[in-house]
């Protein structure tokens, strides 16, 4: 198992292991989307006081805990690219961060959708709010960060110290309803002696999460192999790999 981990780390290895993965990895998403969706739109009840409009919570909740999710896995690449300086770690690292940006994005969107109607209003300076849309401007300092400077390896060292600065960032969004009084309604999926959601509900809901997940697998490997192939440009496993694709 530890030998199977420490090849994972080589880029060549990583680069065959994740193109072998995604087929796989593309066909569950589509599968688990569907599913999802279907579900969570057609056959959930509605909710008995906001009715069918609670439905975005199928796309907004799992949105925002991507979100989480995601730079968490970014600030987990930059240790181990500040620690161990590996390849594989920085491809991860940058190829999250897009997705990362994206999934932050659609929870503040579907989450102002749901207010409108429930607050009265898009946007209110939220605590809970306020911390995701913080979020946001870390992915995005992150993104910027890699764009301005050239070398490749320096500008992984230096988003590795801001994704790990940023972690901060991450418990404060979690416990801000808990923490502070806010619009935003406390946690129901993750309170400690139950659900404050019916089964019917939630099932769905843990479904579209995983299929968010998987997309975030797909879409990141995919997008890991490209960081791999950009920067292993002039490696010799990249050529013989462009030499078999012409052939």
Known sequence: MWLWFHRLASPKHFYRVAERLNPWLGS?????????????????????????????????????????FVYAVMAGAGAVTLVWRLKVAEAVMRAAAPLGAWFT???????????????????????????????????????????????????ARAGAVLALVGVVNIPIIHYSVEWWATLHQGPTVTKLD????????????????LGFLLHFATTGLIRARCEL???EARSGWVRELARRRRT
């Open 28 to 68: 569950a998403t589509l599968v688990v989307l569907i599913v999802g969706l279907y579900w969570g739109l057609v056959i959930a009840p509605p909710d008995y006081e906001q009715g069918d409009s609670y439905r975005i919570i199928f796309v907004h909740v799992p949105a925002a805990w991507m979100s989480l």
């Open 105 to 155: 994005f659609l929870a503040l969107v579907t989450g102002s959708l749901w207010g409108k109607p429930m607050w009265g209003t898009y946007w209110v300076w939220d605590a809970r709010l306020t911390s995701e849309l913080i979020l946001l401007f870390l992915y995005l300092g992150f993104i910027a960060l890699q764009s301005a400077m050239e070398d490749r390896r320096t500008a």
């Open 194 to 209: 139950a659900p404050s959601i019916s089964l019917t509900m939630l099932a769905p809901l843990l479904v579209m999460a």
């Open 229 to 231: 192939l950009e920067g």
